[in-house]
């Protein structure tokens, strides 16, 4: 079972940028999906992007392309979301999840991803 920590979250001006990083252990990454979710207050979580090396898959939520790329190092067994041009509705906690295989047509789907960090804050200021 992996289990997965984040950092990386904090206060920033819209227009600006975060990295968020998570560090996987018990596990390896390359041998799961793995992705960035958001929640913020009373919403559901989402997608932002989801990254699955075996399958050679990357997919990101429309609302982000082009803005935030998700990349992962499978000699530091961590995975990293480079977020540019944030804007004040980007705001959530970030959460790092994973799972071994999710279907192509479920890779956005939280409900299919059974591991999970603790979350890290992200709030942009207009």
């Known amino acids: 079972q992996v289990q997965l920590v984040e950092s990386g979250g904090g206060p920033v001006q819209a227009g600006g940028s975060l990295r968020l990083s998570c560090a996987a252990s018990?596990?390896?990454?390359?041998?799961?999906?793995m992705g960035w979710f958001r929640q913020a207050p009373g919403k559901e979580r989402e997608a932002v992007a989801v990254?699955?090396?075996?399958?050679?898959?990357?997919v990101y939520a429309d609302s982000v392309k082009g803005r935030f790329t998700i990349s992962q190092d499978n000699a530091e067994n961590t995975v990293t979301l480079q977020m540019n041009n944030l804007k004040p509705e980007d705001s959530a906690i970030y959460y790092c999840a994973a799972e071994r295989r999710v279907s192509a047509d479920n890779v956005l789907s939280p409900a299919r991803y059974r591991n999970w960090g603790q979350g890290t804050q992200v709030t942009v200021a207009s």
């Open positions: 990254t699955c090396t075996l399958a050679g898959r990357t």
């Open positions: 018990g596990d390896l990454v390359s041998t799961y999906c």
